[in-house]
């Protein structure tokens, strides 16, 4: 790894005028302030806050979640029942509802994933015990070379109780304060149970017989359900569509859906990363059958991990992979924009927003959890990393992004817990989500980051989950030769802004391994009189939580010098921060 020293970077940015920065950046650092504090002309970086560009309002659904019945995040992560030894409201694990009140999430995603187009909602109402039994969607995942279940003789991760079925999950939405997302199954059921799952949910009770099952299990007030997905991931495992067919089928399941007096919104299952041919592919056959079609897609849901790297062990990784990971994951900036104008050719006015409803790094499998606990480790001081600068991006594309959903909650791939039996940790994704809460509701304010840029040098891309570890030598061998020796480079600072009253939250992600950055921060547009400072940060880039340690990686909170309005912040190296200044 390698990177100009502080000297190095100033000294070339004044000989080119700061042409060693993309265009914007290059022109914030030639505006030095006149009324900054000498320890401030020297800093090695540069954030420029212009409250005056506003972007949009950021929507708390940008911090959503996701549940699936896979592995241990339904049973036990979620649902441990009402009689047992875990403390539990209804059956629902109260530390996880705990924590969960602190994040406000958005809304929760439910029951998929996969497994959404192989669930029957009618299996998972009324009287629990009578609910019947079926194989999981996920007991044989071959495709990912999973054969933990293939090891299991029983157990709910491996033959669904569904003891978790819509009541339980709308319980557990209350609980926490989210809203539900439903993903409704298109592969294998007709629109009609789709229509009448609605009605389960939504009709008065006292008016159909599927309200009145829902209000003879004590709801009797509708749950007015509005987000509900149609299908999930329709090009793969929800049916293997071509976007005309899927376009078909979409028009098909929303065209008669019982309105009550929830405002529906459908969202449509979106490309998988950079797959412009499905987005185009269906936005075309959309308004092929009419312009107006584009009016009942309310969001278009695109999936992006950022996969693993190396051994695909979540603890094990050289500084050049922290990088790599980083990088990988920052690609979520470009697969914003680039659909966003794909959408643009058909939808000039984006009647339709941006939805990333599955995102996240994706290691493999950790044994302080069961095997059939399928995906689950608690993620490292690098994963909060990618938490941050995610959700910096969707606040910097909150024109664009009106939901978000992180995958998953807990117990798989990008987890914000870790929970077995009575054992419960928070891992580093939930201190980011927590600290980025202050973001929500805020309007987004355009940021100027200007900090050296950083080189490594690059592993293959898009090791798959599981990591190397699941790939053939030949495989193996193809996607190493693809980059050998070959450099990377990564931005040095970057983050986002939000104002909500007099508060401004401005979110920052230091990349560097080891080097602090010293940064001005300037606010153009008001003068900050105070900040408080919540940083994520370790001297081991591998730091994480568990249940041994719940507590080695923590927040700290500190405060920020303001001399006349100006602010000099040092961001510790391979950290995430979040200043709150106070304007006047
Ligand atoms: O989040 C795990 C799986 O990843 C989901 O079920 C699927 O939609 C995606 O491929």
New binding site residues.
């Given amino acids: 790894m390698k990177t100009m020293k502080r000297r190095e970077f100033l000294t070339a940015a004044a000989l080119s005028g700061g042409a060693l920065l993309s265009g914007k950046t290059a022109t914030a650092l030639s505006h030095r302030q006149p009324n900054l504090p000498r320890s401030a002309q020297a800093a090695d970086a540069r954030i420029e806050i212009l409250l005056n560009e506003q972007i949009g309002q950021i929507s708390p659904n940008i911090y959503s979640h996701?549940v699936?019945h896979?592995g241990g995040v339904v049973y036990d992560g979620i649902w441990v029942g009402e009689e047992s030894k875990v403390p539990n409201v209804g059956g629902i694990r109260k530390e996880l509802v705990e924590h969960m009140r602190r994040i406000k999430p958005g809304v929760i995603r439910w029951p998929?994933?996969?497994?959404a187009d192989s669930y029957n909602w009618r299996d998972g109402i009324g009287p629990r015990a009578g609910r019947p039994r079926h194989t999981n969607f996920w007991r044989d995942d071959r495709a990912r070379g999973n054969t933990a279940y293939q090891q299991l003789d029983s157990g709910p991760q491996k033959y669904e109780p569904n003891w978790f079925g819509t009541n339980e999950f709308m319980r557990f939405c209350k609980l926490s304060g989210a809203q539900p997302y439903f993903a409704a199954n298109l592969r294998s059921l007709p629109a009609k149970d789709f229509y009448e799952w609605v009605e389960y949910c939504n009709a008065p009770a006292g008016q159909t017989t599927l309200s009145d099952i829902r209000a003879a299990a004590g709801e009797r007030e509708p749950f007015n359900v509005e987000y509900w997905g149609i299908g999930?991931?329709s090009w793969?495992?929800g049916g293997r569509f071509t976007p005309e067919e899927y376009s078909t089928e979409f028009r098909r399941f929303i065209a008669w859906a019982p309105r009550y007096k929830a405002n529906l919104k459908f969202i449509g299952a979106g490309p998988n990363g950079g797959d412009i041919n499905w987005t185009r592919g269906f936005f075309n056959s959309m308004v092929a059958k009419g312009a107006n079609q584009l009016n009942s897609l309310y969001g278009w849901a695109l999936?992006y991990?950022a996969g693993t790297t190396g051994s695909g062990k979540p603890f094990e990784y050289t500084t050049d992979e922290w990088y790599e990971l980083l990088a990988r994951s920052d690609r979520m900036e470009s697969l914003i924009t680039q659909h966003w104008g794909v959408m643009a050719e058909t939808d000039p006015q984006h009647r339709v927003k941006l939805i990333v409803d599955?995102w996240g790094a994706w290691h493999a499998q950790d044994a302080s959890l069961p095997a059939a606990y399928l995906?689950g480790y608690p993620g490292t001081l690098r994963d909060a990393l990618v938490s941050g600068l995610t959700l910096d991006t969707f606040n910097r594309h909150a024109d664009k992004v009106v939901m978000a959903n992180v995958?998953?909650l807990i117990n798989?791939?990008h987890s914000l817990f870790v929970a077995y039996e009575d054992k419960f940790v928070a891992t580093p994704n939930f201190h980011v989500f927590e600290m980025y809460a202050a973001h929500q509701g805020g309007q987004a304010v355009r940021t100027l980051f200007s900090a050296p840029t950083l080189g490594f040098k690059r592993a293959a891309p898009n090791v798959p989950p599981g990591g190397f570890a699941q790939m053939t030598p030949q495989q193996r061998a193809n996607l190493q030769a693809q980059t050998q020796n070959t450099t990377g480079t990564f931005w040095g600072l970057q983050g986002s802004a939000s104002v909500n009253g007099k508060t401004l939250t401005l979110t920052v992600v230091n990349p560097h391994a080891t080097e602090i950055r010293e940064t001005e921060i300037a606010v153009r547009g008001a003068k900050v009189l105070s900040g408080q400072a919540t940083t994520l940060t370790a001297s081991d880039i591998h730091a994480h939580n568990s249940f041994e340690h719940p507590r080695a990686l923590m927040p700290t909170n500190g405060t920020v010098q303001v001399q006349n309005g100006a602010v000099v912040y040092r961001f510790p190296a391979a950290s995430v921060t979040r200043l709150q200044l106070t304007l006047a």
């Fill in positions: 996701f699936e896979l998929g994933g996969c497994f999930n991931e793969g495992c999936h991990y599955e995906f995958a998953q798989t791939i």
